[in-house]
DNA sequence: GTACCAAAACGAACTAGTTCGTTTGGTATA
DNA sequence: TATACCAAACGAACTAGTTCGTTTTGGTAC
């Protein structure tokens, strides 16, 4: 039984509508400005929701931001797995888009390795499951033979991640370069992901 | 003219150590907790200095962790052109033995890449130049054939970054696993990394 | 249609604690 | 005397979280 649902027959509901733009206004913010750096009072302004409500609904900051990085995390993986079919460059390469188109899902990821578990509480299981379903797919491209069975699987994985988001975190690419590069770069870059995965299956 | 340099012939005088006291607390605070998250008293307390001679030294609290900031980058600089003359596989592997070592730069890094360009002031001239370097010397690899002459040397060089720092953007590595992997864990990565590189100029 | 109810929400004020940055009075040293 | 320093305190702004009286809304009974 879906606790999503409403109760027989009645149209379902639109459920908690304040929770979910608190929620949205939350993600935005913390996306922007890391735990530490964001405010509880512009949240709610955004949310056009009193700060009231927001404590109604979540404790602490720290409770918001923990809700914030599940959602991220779900959507993040749901994105991915829709691309997990593919072969491993194309994977690569969807997930450069997915980080180009929203970048907000790895700005929180990297918020959450930064302000750390002692703050935070990260969903860790979540984590954990979709860390392990990534893996299988790098095991079974290996068992079909597209990916050199030679590499430590779990490796892999964070190799490819690595090569997706390297210009996010390369510095001169993130600090010094303009924001916004212009779409013949970004497609030269995913380009080179692409390749580059090519080479390491190889 | 180096204003570093002690006037005239006088014994090169050790210069401002409480200054150095300072940087040096503020350099673990920023690292750890970021400009958001930093505060003055633990610096000062950490430095055992006085806040009056924090704030003589230094105007801001950003002015401090642009200070910081510099002085990692033109470590880190230095760090790295100290294995700029081996090959790309092996000076990736010297890159992610400083990365073991001293997270800090890389944490440091993430902090100013995140926390932006409208608070912090970083010192891009640096960011451009060091940079420049190491595009200069794939190009150099590049001529002299042990690295393949196709790859934009730009790009090479920020997924040479990625796969570097992989394991600590990824999050069941970062977030997920317990801090501190043994010697053996350590070790294997390297390897991954090595290798990684090589697929890649091959 | 009206009276009524309970939950959800508003909004504005308020508490209590924190934090940056400044100032003050005093000590040691050269 | 001048410089570097410290310990302590202070002010002002900010911030997380709370409280409270009022209003809105959706539903139900009469």
Sequence with gaps: MNTLDSPSGLPPKE?????????????????????AGARIDRIARTASASKERLYAYYRHKAELFSAVLELNLIEFARAVAQDAGASLPEFAGALYDHSVAHPEYLRMIDWANLEGRDVI?????????????????????????????????????????????????EPAAAL???????????????ASVVRAVERLIG
């Design 15 to 35: 459920l908690e509508p304040t929770r979910q733009r608190i929620l949205e206004a939350a993600r935005a913010e913390f996306a922007a400005h890391g735990l």
């Design 121 to 169: 509480n990260p969903p860790l299981a979540l984590i954990e499951d979709f860390h392990a379903e990534r893996v299988r797919g790098v095991i079974a491209l290996q068992a079909d033979g597209s990916v050199d069975a030679s590499w430590d699987p779990d490796h892999l994985n964070a190799l490819v991640f690595g090569i997706v988001s390297c210009w996010i975190h």
């Design 176 to 190: 010094a370069a303009d924001r916004a590069p212009d779409a013949d770069t970004i497609a030269a870059r995913r």
